[in-house]
């Protein structure tokens, strides 16, 4: 099975789909998609990323967001939004 669809910690499975949309244009990748999805986006800049998040999404990225999505299951939106502050803070 890909790395990159199975199951792991929040901090690793947010890890790997910031990873993983380094390939894409910034701005207009699954990750932004993801923050666009759980209200970071709105929240910390005011409005969405990406208007046509079907450009960036293919099979195997449908799958990465539906596991960082079912991070909520055991997470609330401050802990995921701290992780997501901290992958992004590592980058700078």
Request: charged share 25%.
């Amino acid at each position: 099975m890909n790395k990159l669809t199975e199951t792991g910690t929040a901090q690793e499975k947010l890890k790997e789909l910031f990873e993983w949309s380094s390939n894409y244009d910034s701005g207009k990748n699954p990750f932004c998609v993801y923050l666009d999805l759980i209200g970071y986006s709105q929240k910390h800049y005011g409005g969405n990323l990406v208007k046509n998040p079907s450009e960036c999404l293919g099979y195997l990225e449908y799958t990465m967001l539906s596991n960082c999505l079912a991070l909520f299951e055991n997470n609330g939106y401050e802990i995921i939004y701290n992780i997501i502050d901290e992958i992004t803070q590592e980058e700078e």
